[in-house]
């Protein structure tokens, strides 16, 4: 694809996007699309390279400009006052000042007024510099143009990764609520038996321990929880009070295409950063050649007209015009140009490292994306299964303990490997979906489409809201049973 096609193309593309943008309807709640609708329109880092790309679009109808005619139009208006003194030897005409005093001439004081008008046109011909000044500018809006692409992608990867680090904060949360909720009543129950003398007082030390551990993970998980809502008020200007949550059965399947190098292909095709590397090469490519412009002769035509008049005794209006050609050679410029030929040249291989750096890198980053995806699938299925593995450990565990074969350490221990394993669910799902958009990113595929299908996933039945409850987590799963009683 020729560069400038290029440029149209993601021109057109981001046409596209605010077209989208504005026909959709407003939501009824704060979901991921309304909310990366809200950063594309507010978002600072986005709105300073949508201005920077205008003004390297300015920047080129400026060196347009100066291949197209000069004209230009001067006027001036003057007044002036000559005065010469009297000289010996000549007699003045009679009744004029000194006319009277033999031997010595009048002085002269005269004063004009006089009205000027001109007129110039020149048109560059042949002037190598100027047209590549051009070129270079064109090269210029198709590498912004993609850097704007740039910016757009990695400001709705970045929107998607601040909405489920939420979610995932309040899953942690609700994992560490119900975790402390459990370890509570088992230390009551500790506290319990040994009043009645069934435990010894190392058992309530143990169960105070890890009660005061899940207290302390529950408040760093509400600290994270408080925090996780800042990021979107950075990126939108909005605060929100809740947003959706993330559906519990959503799609765990291998990214499309199957094919780790079909990826890599796409990638290629499609990654802004690389499309980016390599309109760094063309912009470098065009500055070598603006340098070497420098030896080359310039040619022009120009045509210039003048009008004067004045009110000076004897004279009338006068007018010049002139039509020729005008040309320059540079012979020598103290070896200035040669110089700035060698620095471009190093600049332009510099661009092409530049390239074959991030080429190399992106590479990279869809494979181990690739890998990653696939590896989480299989991951959240293996979560999944280690929370109903550790219900029935815990539970196993607990009976043990009530016939006194396990003791009260097993089942503190019992309990934090259920909570670590349905927060371990909980981070697998949202490691599965950001990691899916960020393969999509590496790509060059996020896209509005990329948004609304994962917003899909999301269920408007539950929202997930910045105020924490009071009351703890009643989860049966997580209820300890009866009281113990002593025995009679």
């Not at 181990?368 to 593995?389: C, G, H, K, P």
Request: aromatic fraction near 6%.
């Amino acid at each position: 694809m020729s560069r400038p096609a290029l440029s149209r193309c993601f021109r057109k593309r981001w046409i596209a996007t605010f077209v989208t943008l504005s026909m959709a309807g407003s939501a009824q709640g704060a979901d991921l699309w309304t909310i990366a609708q809200d950063a594309l329109e507010n978002d600072a880092e986005l709105a300073s390279a949508r201005a920077g790309f205008l003004a390297t679009e300015a920047a080129r109808d400026v060196q347009r400009g100066t291949l197209l005619p000069q004209i230009s139009v001067g006027g001036n208006v003057s007044h002036s006052r000559i005065y010469s003194s009297p000289t010996q030897g000549q007699q003045a005409p009679q009744g004029q000042p000194g006319g009277d005093v033999p031997g010595e001439s009048a002085p002269q004081d005269d004063t004009i007024n006089s009205v000027g008008v001109s007129l110039d046109a020149e048109q560059a011909l042949y002037d190598p510099a100027r047209q590549a000044q051009l070129a270079r500018a064109e090269r210029e809006i198709d590498r912004d143009a993609v850097s704007l692409d740039v910016a757009r992608q990695q400001l709705l990867f970045t929107v998607a990764d601040a909405y489920f680090e939420i979610l995932r904060a309040h899953d942690i949360l609700s994992a560490r609520r119900a975790q402390e909720t459990a370890i509570s009543r088992q230390l009551e129950q500790a506290r319990e038996r040994f009043e009645v003398g069934l435990i010894a007082i190392t058992d309530v030390h143990e169960a105070q321990a890890s009660f005061d551990l899940a207290r302390a993970q529950r408040i760093a998980a509400e600290s994270a929880m408080q925090v996780s809502f800042e990021a979107l008020e950075r990126l939108t200007g909005h605060r929100y009070d809740s947003i959706d949550a993330l559906d519990d059965d959503i799609p765990i399947v291998p990214p499309e295409p199957g094919d780790r190098e079909d990826w890599v292909t796409l990638a290629m095709d499609n990654s802004p950063m690389v499309l980016m590397a390599q309109a760094g090469i063309d912009v470098a490519r065009s500055q070598v050649e603006i340098s070497r412009a420098g030896q080359r002769p310039v040619v022009s035509a120009f045509a210039t007209y003048g009008w004067s008049d004045s009110d000076r005794t004897g004279t009338n209006y006068s007018s010049e015009s002139q039509v020729g050609l005008r040309a320059s050679v540079p012979l020598y410029t103290g070896g200035s140009t040669e110089a700035q030929i060698r620095q471009s040249g190093f600049a332009l291989e510099v661009s092409q490292y530049d390239f074959e750096a991030q080429r190399r890198d992106t590479i990279q980053q869809v494979r181990s994306l690739f890998t990653r995806v696939n590896n989480d699938v299989e991951t959240v299925e293996a979560r999944r299964q280690a929370i109903v593995s550790n219900q029935s450990a815990l539970e196993a565990t607990r009976t043990g303990y009530e016939v006194g074969t396990r003791n009260i350490v097993d089942v503190l221990n019992a309990e934090q490997s259920l909570f670590n394993a349905i927060a371990d669910h909980a981070e697998a799902r949202y490691d599965y979906v950001l990691g899916l958009l960020q393969l999509q990113l590496q790509a060059g595929l996020l896209g509005a489409d990329s948004i609304q299908a994962v917003n899909a996933w999301l269920s408007d039945e539950e929202s997930v809201s910045l105020e924490l409850p009071d009351e703890a987590n009643d989860n049966p799963v997580m209820n300890i049973g009866e009281r113990p009683r002593a025995p009679s």
